[in-house]
């Protein structure tokens, strides 16, 4: 896996070559899913950009050079149906950037592969010095998209310009997005009940889980319980997934938290990458669901010391399902 940066702090996009598939499910999974960032808007300045041909091909772009507008402005030039991006998630995308005072191109994808750009939209408060806010550029905008997204000095690199790719502190950007798949942010589906003796899992308006442990005896065997039953495909050994996860100790410490990283995880399901107890957590599991599985030591990492994690320790993982490829 590569990665593509317009600057260190500005924009990370990371190019990879798995394919995308299913996407028309997720239009069903993410519904009742509140958005996270303020939805788009468009503007005089983003109307003036033009990208022609069809959906997943190389565009022809064209506008009037310079092009400017305030803040971030977005455009919906083709319109999907396959659902909305609620932001604080994953996107697949394919895209150009350019140069709004030159027209010059300066970073794009390759159109009509499978070699997608993958971008976790964060949500970006007053405090962050994260630019720019592509969770604010696309929220709202459907899956299937191709849209155009006017970026002011400001909002793309907050007035520094980044000399490596040609945009001066003056430079505003143009992109054109492709937007081919969508991840869930969370979990989302029909709540189920636990198991007696099971942690209990409480959440947060985000998704992100907490855990009361019991103050009984680890299980000895492996047990898992799927809390949130979501409608989508049913993962197998070998899938490419995507998930968030947290993970302790029987006696209640974290120890790991894709959540504290504010992007997900994606790994193949198979015991040859993970430990056993992970793989039987996902195995035969729905897109969208969320499990709590525990994990003796014989399926996770026996007697032997890990990171933070010690040698004989039952574990213990909430995952969030939020995509298969």
Not at 200 to 219: F, K, N
Not at 316 to 321: G, P
Request: some cysteine; glycine content about 12%.
């Amino acid at each position: 896996m590569k990665k593509i940066a317009l600057a260190s702090t500005v924009l990370l996009l990371a190019g990879c070559s798995a394919p995308v598939v299913g996407e028309g499910e997720y239009a069903t999974a993410v519904a009742g899913i509140a958005p996270t960032c303020e939805s788009f808007t468009g503007g005089e300045g983003v109307d003036l950009i033009e990208a022609s041909g069809e959906f997943g091909t190389q565009p022809e772009i064209s506008f009037p050079f310079p092009v400017t507008g305030e803040g971030i402005q977005t455009k919906v030039i083709i319109e999907g149906n396959r659902g909305p991006i609620v932001g604080s998630q994953r996107v697949a995308m394919h895209f150009v950037g350019l140069n709004s005072s030159t027209g010059e191109e300066f970073q794009a994808s390759e159109f009509g592969t499978e070699d997608f750009i993958f971008q976790d939209l964060i949500p970006i408060t007053e405090e962050d010095n994260q630019r720019p806010d592509f969770c604010k550029a696309l929220t709202g905008v459907q899956v299937g998209s191709r849209i155009a997204v006017l970026m002011d000095p400001m909002s793309v690199h907050n007035g520094n310009g980044v000399p490596s790719l040609g945009l001066s502190e003056t430079d505003g950007v143009v992109f054109i997005f492709d937007i081919i798949k969508a991840y869930l942010p969370k979990a989302n589906g029909a709540a189920r009940n636990a198991e007696a003796g099971m942690p209990t899992v409480i959440l947060a308006p985000s998704g992100r889980p907490g855990i009361q442990v019991p103050s009984s005896d680890a299980p000895t065997e492996f047990r898992r319980t799927v809390l949130i039953e979501g409608s989508g495909s049913v993962i197998e050994i070998g899938d490419d997934v995507t998930v968030h996860y947290t993970g302790w100790t029987w006696d209640g410490e974290q120890f790991d938290s894709s959540w504290d990283r504010q992007a997900p995880a994606n790994f193949s399901v198979s015991p040859d990458g993970l430990i056993e107890g992970f793989v039987q957590a996902l195995e035969g599991v729905k897109v969208g669901s969320q499990v709590i599985a525990v994990i003796p030591p014989d399926l996770g990492y026996g007697d032997v010391d890990q990171g933070s994690i010690p040698a004989g320790s039952t574990l213990i993982f909430v995952i969030d399902v939020l995509g298969k490829d």
